[in-house]
């Protein structure tokens, strides 16, 4: 059973907790770190996002096999798209015409794992 007491009168427990508290910070990442996290969640917190981010994880993509693959409108996959795109989790090339979107580095690792969650 935890005993701990939140917020103690007593001003030698208050110290003790107040200390308690301050050691847990430090197992926080850096506010900026914290920043870019939630913006990158923010960003795959819509379920066509999230989708096209599993697809994109096994290989880029153009415009034309999203939408094959997710059964979503053009235009609406394009919107989500540019949403990821200013959110920095995917870029995009040229390649015979067509424009491929490609998944950044700094995502793959955070899909992977929440794909193998059971």
Known sequence: MDTRRCCPQDPDTKAEWEADLASQLAFLPDEEHIETLAEILHALSH???LKMAFLLLTQDQCVCELVQLTGKASNLVSHHLMVMRKSGLVSAYMNSGEKY????EIIMPLLKKIKNID
Do not use: D, E, H, S
């Open 47 to 49: 379920p066509i996002r």
């Open 101 to 104: 979107y490609k998944l950044k």
